[in-house]
T-cell receptor, first 115, second 111 residues
């Protein structure tokens, strides 16, 4: 079974620039998540999709972050404009069903550095 | 070796010894818990899960214990190997259907 694919692996941008991350979940997984992981901390949920609908985006900074999941499969996360504090690893995860039913499987993340 | 979750984020053990990593959770309504292992440069990897109707669950070299009375979760790794060196996170499912991760415990295995 192929895992969760993310790209790019690394991205360096200057503050106020924009950036986008892409995620392809495990085939057949209905639920997709984006997490932000700051160095030395546990992952923090940004947004959760069930198929192509948003289940929870309460912790997404909507003034600068946006995400979409086209056709209930791939997803993109965008930051515009980026701030220094956005430097982190952005992890995508998917699960067969909701998080109370099946475990999350993570990709290896995109490491973003904002200078 | 044994850790005390968030108050002791590092744990060093000798190769071959057993490791115990602890985690305290806050929400008594949480009913699903997962342990993840994260190696440097990689995403968290599923190790083992347990639901609140169980006290213990065993996998290959790992055992998870759940004490709902004191809201405590532990991960036991038998015969710890150098490949077990990583950061270990416990995650709990909270209403409404959100996984929350703790800060994690860094395990170092000494050859």
């Amino acid at each position: 079974e192929a895992g969760v694919a993310q790209s790019p692996r690394y991205k360096i941008i200057e503050k106020r620039q924009s950036v986008a991350f892409w995620c392809n979940p495990i085939s057949g997984h209905a639920t997709l998540y984006w997490y932000q992981q700051i160095l030395g901390q546990g992952p923090k949920l940004l947004i959760q999709f069930q198929n192509n609908g948003v289940v929870d985006d309460s912790q997404l900074p909507k003034d600068r972050f946006s995400a979409e999941r086209l056709k209930g499969v791939d997803s993109t996360l965008k930051i515009q404009p980026a701030k220094l504090e956005d430097s982190a690893v952005y992890l995508c995860a998917s699960s067969l069903d909701g998080p109370s039913v099946s475990p999350l499987h993570f990709g290896n993340g995109t490491r973003l550095t904002v200078t | 070796g044994e850790s005390v979750g968030l108050h002791l984020p590092t744990l060093s053990v000798q190769e071959g010894d057993n490791s115990i990593i602890n985690c305290a959770y806050s929400n008594s309504a949480s009913d699903y818990f997962i342990w993840y292992k994260q190696e440097s440069g990689k995403g968290p990897q599923f190790i083992i899960d347990i639901r609140s109707n169980m006290d213990k669950r065993q996998g290959q070299r790992v055992t998870v214990l759940l004490n709902k009375t004191v809201k405590h979760l532990s991960l036991q790794i038998a015969a710890t190997q150098p490949g077990d060196s990583a950061v270990y996170f416990c995650a709990e499912i909270r209403v409404p259907n959100q996984f929350y991760f703790g800060t994690g415990t860094s395990l170092t295995v000494i050859p």
